[in-house]
């Protein structure tokens, strides 16, 4: 295996190329992006349970009258 070497780094030339602090990037977008994206993953895993406790409750009632029927 060889050793690779480092490429040597002009920093003094490229100290002044970052974003001075008041400016933003230009495509930054915003932060709470993902935040709303993860409230929307949880009311649409609060709205499946609710669907399913629904559908527990109908196949307990639907087996209750079958079984005072027969």
Same mark, same amino acid.
């Given at each position: 295996?060889?050793?690779?070497?480092?490429?040597?780094? +002009?920093?003094?030339?490229?100290?002044?190329?970052?974003?001075?602090?008041?400016?933003?990037?230009? +495509?930054?977008?915003?932060? +709470?992006?993902?935040?709303?994206?993860?409230?929307?993953?949880?009311?649409?895993?609060?709205?499946?349970?609710?669907? +399913?406790?629904?559908?527990?409750?109908?196949?307990?009632?639907?087996?209750?009258?079958?079984?005072?029927?027969?």
């Amino acid at each position: 295996m060889q050793r690779m070497r480092r490429m040597p780094v +002009d920093r003094a030339g490229r100290r002044h190329q970052r974003l001075p602090e008041h400016l933003a990037a230009e +495509d930054g977008g915003r932060a +709470d992006v993902g935040a709303g994206a993860a409230k929307q993953v949880l009311l649409e895993l609060f709205e499946l349970q609710l669907r +399913d406790q629904r559908l527990q409750r109908l196949r307990a009632a639907w087996a209750h009258a079958a079984c005072s029927t027969g």
